[in-house]
């Protein structure tokens, strides 16, 4: 399988994770010029590997510590994959388990890895493009003929096209032995808060750009107006100015309301995994660079203090 | 307990980025630097348990001249020297590199624990902590958000996040690399007396040869990833900008998402 691509599976409660189809999707289209798509599927069954029929062989990985992830017993399954398989390309996803994964693996076997990416491509060479600067800069990056890895962002190919019918063979591959240097101890489940920000039809989301945990009283008095809740992205909610359960991002909640309005939010991917699937965007932010503006329908580069004071006003015109 | 903390400086979040003649990286000049944010929550936690738990921390970073200022600055915040990996050979290495040459800095001494952030904000490799880790043949956490050494520091409880909110706590045996995430602790601030102290104290310069490292084995020339371009994404795209009078603009945005997106 020197040409063959292997796509590390993720998967959460029983269910197959989006990223898994995005990349399985992407891997088939780059095998088209030949070569064997592999899943490798850790801690999974037969009945998520059924639903991997667009793959050409689903390796299943089985063994005591795999229930939960540890990056050790993970990392050695991984390695041993690789090890077994002789893939060109690994693919992960950009995720707290699949990073961890790839750069392990990428240090152990002294292999080119290339993370944020948004598209990869096969010829003589690998290539891929990446994210850098939070999402404000793109880098193509040449990884050599392979083997090699990259980390896959979530939501950068379609899923629909992973998710095709077939028969893929499945093997069973052997859990290796760990070092036993990290043990998993629990898992702990996120609280719940006083509004779900996921069941809203409008959210007024507040960035770094607002300067002060005070100055959330602007977004306050708009999302009164709007009949909508405020959240925020990440820095906000690290700084303690707003409450864990309003954070909207990968490792917040991800949402998808009827309108999402970004108040000095600059769009890094994280925040952008979170609520991509909004009906329609509206970005404001001082920097024309903001990566926001990317994905927003409308925008307006502005101060956020100066466009909430006239939306409120506009709103109330409207409603008086 | 002594702590090795891995700083990178990187440009402003807030900063005009222009991308260079040869497109091969953006024009750093006239850029503002700062310690990378993760990596000033990974010196909070290391300052935190070191005073805690009695021992040193050193502050490693690598690059340019100007990465002495952010040294400067983890001695003034109370870190008790600094390595500066100053050679230009060590510059322009991929997460491989750039870990092979931190690790063998950090192998010279001998430390407890390693932290260091869990990305950094421009280049964003996100894996130079767990290379680290894989040089030294250590175990190591990515996005942590909770750090207890345990008594005996035999061994450290970590909680990691994972996906959607999600964490895990596991429990490493020590020596490991820690890899923080924002939003860990609150970083202090400098005080006069640490700012006049951080004077005195002491930033090492290392070349690759006192590292016992080839200049083939860091920095660009060990990169095993070549970067061909780098460019602006599409910038809006079908993203209508309003521009102008904010009250005019706020007027026409109510118009547009009462009557194209229906959405008020």
Not at chain 2, 163 to 186: C, D, F, K, M
Request: proline share 4%; with cysteine; glycine share 10%.
């Amino acid at each position: 399988m020197a040409d063959g691509i292997l796509v590390v599976a993720e998967h959460l409660g029983g269910k197959l994770s989006d990223i898994t189809f995005e990349m399985l999707g992407k891997a088939k289209a780059l095998s088209g010029a030949g070569g064997d798509v592999t899943v490798l599927l850790i801690a999974g069954d037969a009945s998520m590997a059924a639903e991997l029929g667009a793959a050409d062989t689903v390796a299943i990985v089985e063994g005591d510590g795999l229930a939960d992830f540890n990056p050790e017993s993970y990392g050695a399954a991984l390695g041993a994959a690789v090890e077994a398989k002789s893939p060109r390309l690994v693919m992960v996803g950009y995720t707290a388990m699949g990073m961890d994964l790839a750069s392990t693996l990428a240090v152990k076997r002294n292999l080119p890895h290339a993370t944020f990416c948004l598209d990869v491509a096969i010829g003589d060479s690998i290539t891929a493009t990446s994210q850098c600067y939070g999402g404000k800069i793109n880098v193509t990056t040449d990884l050599g003929a392979g083997p090699c890895v990259v980390s896959m962002l979530a939501g950068a190919a379609p899923a629909d096209a992973g998710r095709a019918e077939g028969t893929p063979s499945t093997e069973s591959l052997p859990a290796p032995a760990s070092a036993g240097k990290i043990r998993f101890k629990r898992l702990i489940e996120p609280e719940a808060g006083d509004v779900d920000i996921t069941a809203q039809e409008i959210l007024v989301a507040v960035g770094r750009g607002i300067g002060s945990k005070d100055d959330i009283e602007v977004a306050e008095d708009l999302a009164e107006e709007l009949d909508a809740a405020v959240a925020g992205s990440r820095p906000l909610i690290d700084a303690g100015w707003l409450p864990k359960t309003r954070q909207v991002g990968k490792s917040g909640l991800k949402v998808a309301p009827k309108l999402y309005l970004a108040l000095g939010i600059s769009g890094a991917p994280e925040h952008i995994e979170g609520m991509k699937s909004s009906a329609t965007i509206v970005a404001v932010n001082s920097d024309k660079q903001a990566p926001i503006f990317n994905f927003a329908h409308y925008g307006m580069v502005a101060d956020l203090f100066d466009v909430c004071e006239e939306l409120t006003e506009a709103l109330q015109e409207r409603k008086g | 307990m002594k702590i090795a903390v891995c700083m990178k400086q990187v440009p402003d979040t807030e900063a005009s980025l222009r991308v260079r003649k040869d497109s091969l990286w953006i024009d750093e000049e006239e850029l503002t630097f700062v310690i990378n944010e993760s990596d000033g929550y990974a010196l909070e936690e290391a300052l935190t348990i070191a005073e805690k738990t009695g021992g040193e921390v050193v502050v490693f970073s690598l690059g340019g001249e100007r990465v002495r200022e952010a040294l400067r600055k983890a001695l003034a915040l109370g870190a008790a020297r600094a390595v500066h990996l100053a050679d230009p050979a060590f510059e322009g290495g991929d997460a491989l590199a750039t870990g092979r040459a931190l690790a063998a800095a950090i192998q010279a001494q001998q430390f407890d624990l390693v932290l260091t952030g869990s990305q950094s904000g421009d280049a964003g490799f996100s894996s130079t902590g767990s290379v680290i880790a894989g040089f030294l043949g250590w175990p190591h956490a990515w996005l942590v958000m909770g750090l207890e050494v345990e008594d005996g520091k035999k061994a450290a409880k970590v909680t990691r996040e994972m996906e959607s909110g999600v964490n895990e706590i596991v429990r490493l045996a020590l020596p490991a690399v820690i890899e923080v995430q924002a939003g860990i602790n609150s970083p202090r601030y400098a005080s006069l007396k640490g700012i006049m102290q951080a004077k005195r104290k002491e930033i090492a310069a290392v070349t690759p040869a006192d590292l016992g490292l080839g200049a083939e084995e860091v920095g660009a020339a060990a990169s095993l990833l070549e970067t061909l371009a780098v460019f602006f994404p599409e910038s809006g795209k079908g993203a209508e900008i309003f521009e102008g009078d904010p009250a005019d603009c706020a007027r026409q945005l109510v118009e547009k998402l009462r009557k194209e997106a229906r959405v008020l």
